[in-house]
Every structure is written in structure tokens, then in C-alpha cells.
């Protein structure tokens, strides 16, 4: 028997409901407003009363409509078909949608029912299996999409029977397991999940141990992020949070992408859906989309929706990891969704946190940030989710309450700056602010001394060390004039724009430039650290600019030029004899 109830006061998005029997928090109902139903979520309960979260317009909801709960929290459904789908916080099929509104009470099937997969069994009949474990295979994409026990089945179960390798729909029984209790229960390819909840079934979660290659030198030579590690990047308005991500989602070394898109402005996640499709995967030369998930909403959206996207989207990673995948979770902006949170506690007029932001934000963004990570599965393989959020700090201000809270969360801060944007020097993050807490990790100094380079991390300190002294050499000559400080200052100084120049700027538009492997980053601070480990004399600050300009200026092509290419190798053998 369901939960019935009848509203009893509606202030926007948040109605109270009189029910007459249990609910529970987070619950999903469904009110009826003249025949249309709109979900809601139950966000608190005290007494009869519960208050909802009603993710629609409740535009013509009156007192004594009637309410009916669903038992259920939201869900997201798991299956084949999720890669290369758009969908709304509440997975609403966007791509089957005339617009990016849907009428309201308007919910699609965010899985093809009738289309028809490769199915090969991986168990068979007589095998012990538990929730996680894999039953069998379909190809989604190229991809490997693993039929799994349901992660909500509890205790152990032996496989009755399973079909053979053919072609069925999502909604065929492609198993049949036996419980402990001798009762028989199918299993179809598709689940449901609460996307509030994570996805358990693997066995551990030990620490990262290895890096996500990105292609962006600042990222992987300066500050590394682990594969199943976490990071953010905070960044006034303009300073390039998008492209950086995009710029990830691309060449980040991942099976499956999921793109949360909390825009600002219904035109920005029209580019999402303009773009993306559109990106070609630079590994694979298909297109990125048939292994992306976009989960978009923009802030006309009501806030409840908003504010479920990021775990609609994270369960969907999850979901993958669980096949034993590399994910890479992106969510731009987490500030949209710490605001639907605001607005959420508002209306419950809860007492407020910092900048009316509710007190547990921080308990909620770690709560997320820990969902990402690294897992052994039970059979022993691994999947990663790693998770990256831009935030968007208003004015610029990193002391706000957001930024706050994820830096506490996040073990990568990659802090975009107004002023390195403003002079055009992209990606614009800050060398000196920004920092990776996994460069202290033994077992990612291990990985990096095994895969780049012996004593790499020394390396990058080393490099870190020039950057500062130069800018503290330009700060000097600032105050004191170029004939005010002595030639070490101005050759300091240069030094660091070299460094700038050669490994923190990098084109994002060019084709060469924006995808820089590994390999190709140490060859690049090797030959830089070389240089700037030389000792050079001259007669004037003038003749010291001019060197370096030019270097700068070979190098540049270099970083434009093939790897290894012949005009590659040109340009580096005219460094040389520059520097000689
Ligand atoms: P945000 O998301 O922080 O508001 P965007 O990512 O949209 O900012 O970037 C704003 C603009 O900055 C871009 O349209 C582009 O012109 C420029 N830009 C940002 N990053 C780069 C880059 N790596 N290379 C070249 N141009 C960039
Ligand atoms: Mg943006």
C-alpha cells in the first residue's frame, strides 16, 4: 500500500504535504495537478507532514491536490545505451526531446527498450555470484558493457540459468539466479539505482597508486592528478574552466566520460550539445560522444533537478567502474549545484551557514568528492573513477564558501587566474597557487620515477623553485627599475618566462599543441630545466630580453611541431646552438 497525501501549503518549488501514513526522507512522490503528475522529492519529514522538492513548475498546484509516495528515492536506470545519451538531471532523454524543456510531467525512458544487443555470457549455470558480479557481455560502442548482478541483491545467489551468446533487448531475462532461500529471481539488463547512495560492490579501495595522463602540461608535469583521484578548478567568469575541461574530457586518458553541466545560461549547455558531439577523440579518431554521458541542466531548471544532477551523473561513473573501466567524471560548475542547495535550505528555512549556504556543505561536498576513487572489484580487476569540478567563485573570491568547502574535498586545486587570462596566457592556471597533494603519495613518486623519469618529482619542485624566484625577481625589477637590481634578477626573470612560455601556456585550439603526451612533457622540461640550470652573462637587461625572447620563440615552435617530427628536431638543434 502506498503512502496518499494532499498539499497543505506550496511555496515555489517546496510544498508541504499532510500523508497519511509513513515516508521517509529523500523518498520520491508524485503530485497530481489536474491529471498531470510531477515528481517531487521528500527533503524532510516531521510528523505527518513532509515537506517536498517538486521538480517542476508547481505553476496551478493548489492546497488539497493529492499526493501519492512512491517508497522508492531517485533512481537512475543502468543499462546499455547510457554512452552517447544527453539527459536532464533526472535522465530525461534530451536528444529525443524538441527542445531542451520538457512539458512538464513529461519523463522519457532513458533506455532504448526495443534495440537489440550482442549479448555473450560471461557465468553459467551453477556459479555463486553476489551483487557486482559479472553475468555477461555486450559490446556498447567498442566498449565492453558488462551485464551485472543487480548491486542491490543481497547475500549470495547461484545462477539457475543463463541464455546463450545472441541478440536481445534490454528488457530480456538473460538469467535467472537462485537465492539462499531457494526462490528464483530474473535478472534483465537493466537496474535502478538512488543515485544519493554509492554503488558498492568491489571488494577495496586502496589508495591511488598512478596518474591520469590529460595532455596538459600544466596538469600532468606540474600538478598530476591520480587515475581515481579528485581535483577542481576554480575560476572567475571567462578564465577558461570550459575549454580546460573539455580540454580534459578529450585527451584524458579514460574509457568513459561523464560530463555534468550545470550551466549558467540555457545558451551555454546549448554549446554542450552543439560541441561535444562534434569532438573528435584524438586516441581513437571516433567520435568522443559514443563514450560520453552528458548530463545537462541549466538554472532555469527547477532546483531540485539541478541539484540531482551531479549524482545522477556520478552513478552513471559508478555504474562503469563496476565493469572494471576508467571513468572521468566532469562537472562544470559545482557551483550551480551548491546554489540549488542554497535555495533548497532557504526555502526550508533552515538556519543559514556561511553566505546562507546550508551548514553541511562541506559534509555534502565531501560526501561527493569521496564517491570518486579507485576500487578493486571482486574478481580482482580494477576501475577508477576520477572525479574534476570547476567551481565559479563570484568576483573571483576564493575565501567563498564553496571553494572552501571542495578544497578541503579535492586533492588537486588548479586555480584559474584573472590576471594570466587577461594576458592571454592560457590554460590560465596559476603555477604557484595551484597545487596536487598526490605529488607527496610514495606510491605516485614510485610510478612517476618508474614511467617518466627517475627523481621526476624533484624535477617539477625544481622547476615550481624557478618560477617563484622569478617572480619574485619581477617584482623587484617592478619596484626598483630594470638598472635597479642586478643582471641575476633580469636572468631569474627570464628563466621563469621561459618555463611559462614553453610548459604552462598551451594552446587549447591547435591541433598538435593541445594534446601533449607524457613522454613528449619530459622531453619539454628537461630540455627547459637544462637550460635554465645554465649560467649566462650579459652586458644589459636588453640583450638578456632579446636572448630569451628568441628562445622562447624556437621552443614555441617546437611545442607546435610534431613530436620528433623534422621540423621538431630543427627547432631543438637551433636551441642547442643557441644556448651554446
Ligand atoms: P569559463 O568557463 O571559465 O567561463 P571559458 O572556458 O568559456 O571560460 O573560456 C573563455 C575563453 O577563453 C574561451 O572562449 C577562449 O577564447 C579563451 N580560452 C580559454 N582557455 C583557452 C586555451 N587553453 N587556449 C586558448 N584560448 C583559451
Ligand atoms: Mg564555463
Redo the contacts with the bound molecule.
Keep these: 500500500m502506498k503512502t496518499k497525501g494532499i498539499v497543505t501549503g506550496i511555496v515555489s518549488n517546496l510544498v508541504t504535504v499532510k500523508a497519511d501514513g509513513p515516508v521517509a526522507e529523500n523518498e520520491i512522490c508524485f503530485i497530481d495537478l489536474a491529471g498531470v503528475k510531477m515528481m517531487a522529492e521528500v527533503i524532510k519529514v516531521s510528523g505527518d507532514t513532509a515537506s517536498v522538492q517538486v521538480f517542476e513548475s508547481t505553476r496551478g498546484l493548489r492546497g488539497g491536490d493529492s499526493v501519492e509516495f512512491e517508497g522508492r528515492m531517485l533512481e537512475v536506470t543502468l543499462g546499455p545505451g547510457l554512452l552517447s545519451s544527453v539527459y536532464d538531471g533526472l535522465q530525461n532523454d534530451l536528444t529525443t526531446m524538441e527542445s531542451v524543456f520538457l512539458k512538464r510531467g513529461e519523463y522519457t525512458d532513458p533506455i532504448n527498450r526495443e534495440k537489440l544487443w550482442d549479448f555473450t555470457p560471461i557465468a553459467k549455470p551453477g556459479d555463486k555470484v553476489i551483487a557486482a558480479d559479472w553475468l555477461g557481455e555486450v559490446k556498447e560502442g567498442w566498449l565492453p558493457h558488462k551485464i551485472m548482478v543487480p548491486f542491490s541483491f543481497k547475500g549470495g545467489y547461484t545462477v539457475k540459468s543463463i541464455v546463450p551468446a545472441g541478440q536481445y533487448n534490454v528488457d530480456t531475462v538473460i538469467a535467472v539466479l537462485t537465492n539462499a532461500q531457494g526462490e528464483d529471481v530474473p535478472v534483465t539488463m537493466t537496474q535502478k539505482w538512488p543515485v544519493k547512495v554509492a554503488i558498492k560492490g568491489y571488494r577495496e579501495k586502496p589508495r591511488p597508486d598512478r596518474i591520469m595522463e590529460t595532455g596538459v602540461r600544466v596538469i600532468d608535469t606540474l600538478n598530476p592528478i591520480a587515475e581515481g583521484g579528485t581535483g577542481f578548478i576554480p575560476?572567475?567568469?571567462?578564465?577558461?574552466?570550459?575549454?580546460?575541461q573539455h580540454?580534459i574530457a578529450k585527451q584524458g586518458d579514460a574509457d568513459v566520460i561523464v560530463m555534468a553541466a550545470c550551466g549558467e545560461r540555457a545558451n551555454e549547455v546549448v554549446e554542450i550539445f552543439t560541441e561535444f558531439p562534434e569532438l573528435i577523440d584524438p586516441h581513437t579518431g571516433r567520435h568522443l560522444m559514443e563514450r560520453t554521458t552528458i548530463i545537462c541542466n541549466t538554472s532555469n531548471m527547477p532546483v531540485a533537478a539541478r541539484e540531482a544532477s551531479v549524482y545522477t551523473a556520478m552513478t552513471i561513473c559508478e555504474y562503469y567502474r563496476a565493469m572494471g573501466l576508467k571513468c572521468l567524471l566532469l562537472a562544470?560548475s559545482t557551483s550551480r549545484w551548491a546554489q540549488a542547495l542554497r535555495e533548497m535550505s532557504n526555502r526550508m528555512e533552515e538556519l543559514p551557514g556561511a553566505d546562507a549556504f546550508p551548514v553541511d556543505l562541506s559534509a555534502i561536498i565531501s560526501n561527493f568528492y569521496s564517491r570518486a576513487g579507485t576500487v578493486v572489484l571482486n574478481n580482482g580487476q580494477r576501475g577508477a573513477v576520477t572525479f574534476i569540478g570547476?567551481v565559479?567563485p563570484a568576483g573571483g573570491n576564493l575565501k567563498e564558501p564553496v571553494t572552501e568547502s571542495t578544497k578541503k574535498a579535492a586533492r588537486c586545486f588548479y586555480a584559474?587566474e584573472q590576471g594570466r587570462?587577461d594576458q592571454?596566457r592560457?590554460?590560465?592556471v596559476g603555477p604557484l597557487e595551484s597545487y596536487s597533494k598526490y605529488l607527496d603519495y610514495p606510491e605516485i613518486q614510485a610510478y612517476l620515477d618508474k614511467t617518466v623519469e627517475e627523481g621526476w618529482v624533484e624535477k617539477v619542485m625544481h622547476a615550481k623553485n624557478l618560477i617563484r624566484r622569478g617572480k619574485e625577481a619581477a617584482e623587484q625589477i617592478n619596484i626598483l627599475g630594470d638598472d635597479g637590481v642586478p643582471m641575476s634578477y633580469h636572468v631569474n626573470f627570464w628563466k621563469s618566462e621561459l618555463i611559462d612560455f614553453v610548459i604552462l601556456q598551451?594552446?587549447?585550439?591547435d591541433p598538435v599543441d593541445s594534446l601533449c603526451p607524457i613522454e613528449r612533457q619530459r622531453f619539454m622540461l628537461d630540455l627547459v630545466l637544462g637550460i635554465c640550470d645554465k649560467e649566462f652573462e650579459f652586458d644589459d637587461y636588453e640583450k638578456c630580453r632579446s636572448f630569451f625572447s628568441s628562445l622562447i620563440n624556437e621552443l614555441r615552435q617546437m611545442n607546435y611541431s610534431e613530436f620528433k617530427s623534422e621540423k621538431f628536431n630543427a627547432y631543438n638543434e637551433s636551441v642547442k646552438k643557441m644556448i651554446a
Design positions: 575560476g572567475p567568469f571567462g578564465c577558461g574552466k570550459t575549454v580546460l580540454a562544470d570547476t565559479s584559474l587570462a592571454k592560457y590554460p590560465a598551451q594552446d587549447g585550439f
